[in-house]
Nanobody, 134 residues
Framework: EVQLVESGGGSVQPGGSLRLSCAVS????????LAWFRQRPGRRREGVAA????????YYADSVKGRFSISQDNAKKTVFLQMNDLKPEDTAMYYC???????????????????????????WGHGTQVIVSS
């Protein structure tokens, strides 16, 4: 059974930084994808950062490029999301997710959705809240 447990959320002022962690257990696949999603008030869950476990390729939503960075530790048991220069619009519940298959991400961009879709991610954590406010 795959378990994903997020930590590191909190409240921060605009321009500040936070580092989210996701402890991964039961994920024994050599390939697959680990990702961070967020759900902002009134919006669908949007993928903001992903890392492919085999080669370490990373992908980001345009809204977080240059500010967020996803990484995994050498044992591949923890995935991190370093968030810098945080903005009020980054306020959201952040979720860790895992996909057993290394399929291409489905990026979308509209007034109500910006990032990649939750398909094909099968396993999810319970989330950690991030609030960016002065």
């Amino acid at each position: 059974e795959v378990q994903l447990v997020e930590s590191g959320g909190g409240s921060v002022q605009p321009g500040g930084s936070l580092r989210l962690s996701c402890a991964v257990s039961g994920f024994t696949y050599m390939e697959g994808i680990l990702a961070w999603f967020r759900q902002r008030p009134g919006r669908r869950r949007e993928g903001v950062a992903a890392i492919y476990r085999n080669f370490g390729n990373t992908y980001y939503a345009d809204s977080v490029k240059g500010r967020f960075s996803i990484s995994q530790d050498n044992a591949k048991k923890t995935v991190f999301l370093q968030m810098n220069d945080l903005k009020p619009e980054d306020t959201a519940m952040y979720y860790c997710a895992a996909s057993r298959a290394s399929r291409p991400l489905q990026f979308r961009s509209s007034s109500m959705f910006e990032g990649f879709e939750s398909e094909p991610f099968e396993d999810w954590g319970h989330g950690t809240q991030v609030i960016v406010s002065s």
